[in-house]
T-cell receptor, first 112, second 113 residues
Framework: NAGVTQTPKFQVLKTGQSMTLQCAQD?????MYWYRQDPGMGLRLIYY???????DKGEVPNGYNVSRLNKREFSLRLESAAPSQTSVYFC???????????FGNGTRLTVT | AQSVTQPDIHITVSEGASLELRCNYS??????LFWYVQSPGQGLQLLLK??????LVQGIKGFEAEFKRSQSSFNLRKPSVHWSDAAEYFC???????????FGRGTSLIVHP
């Protein structure tokens, strides 16, 4: 049972480049989330998908877009990367309201 | 809206000593409460959760937490810390009717031999 799988694990981008972070879960969870983690800031929610077919903005959505491709997959896209988007990105999923989150191992992104 | 405060950014303990990490939340009704642990380079792993019932909950790795409604607290405890417990610990709250769990900023645990 793989749980939540994120790819890639590491990425270096130049300012202005675009990329898509991939996330897939095999637990049949309804809800999926993208967080970014920065030193001293804890986890900040970028976007979430409460169920297949829906997406909503979180606390820090600017500069990002998401796609809930199907129940398993939830991707995060940076259209024009900026140095302020240097961070560790975590995908998470859960069954629904009140249930605990299951996290992937993260993608470490550096934008130069 | 719910909020979570972890007052301690860093905690240093000696191996074998007891541990208590503090978590205070703000929410009107009974919340769903969680503690997660993050080892370096890893994602967050669930330690324990409180939904209802017994206010003292047991988790993995010998951790426990106590829900105190009167103090709006959900402190994490361990009677004897091991060097492998050095990690970042996050408290989180979920609210009925909300799909957005809220995380504290985390407490970094340092364990001295």
């Amino acid at each position: 049972n793989a749980g939540v799988t994120q790819t890639p694990k590491f990425q270096v981008l130049k300012t202005g480049q675009s990329m898509t972070l991939q996330c897939a879960q095999d637990m049949n969870h309804n809800s999926m989330y993208w967080y970014r983690q920065d030193p001293g800031m804890g986890l900040r929610l970028i976007y979430y998908s409460a169920s297949e077919g829906t997406t909503d903005k979180g606390e820090v959505p600017n500069g990002y877009n998401v796609s809930r491709l199907n129940k398993r997959e939830f991707s995060l896209r940076l259209e024009s990367a900026a140095p302020s988007q240097t961070s560790v990105y975590f995908c998470a999923s859960r069954t629904g309201e009140g249930s605990p989150l299951h996290f992937g191992n993260g993608t470490r992104l550096t934008v130069t | 809206a719910q909020s979570v405060t972890q007052p301690d950014i860093h905690i240093t303990v000696s191996e074998g000593a007891s541990l208590e990490l503090r978590c205070n939340y703000s929410y009107g009704a009974t919340p769903y409460l969680f503690w997660y642990v993050q080892s370096p380079g890893q994602g967050l792993q669930l330690l324990l959760k409180y939904f209802s019932g017994d206010t003292l909950v047991q988790g993995i790795k010998g951790f426990e937490a106590e829900f105190k409604r009167s103090q709006s607290s959900f402190n994490l405890r361990k009677p004897s810390v091991h060097w492998s417990d050095a990690a970042e610990y996050f408290c989180a709250v979920g609210a009925s009717g909300s799909y957005i769990p809220t995380f504290g900023r985390g407490t970094s645990l340092i364990v001295h031999p």
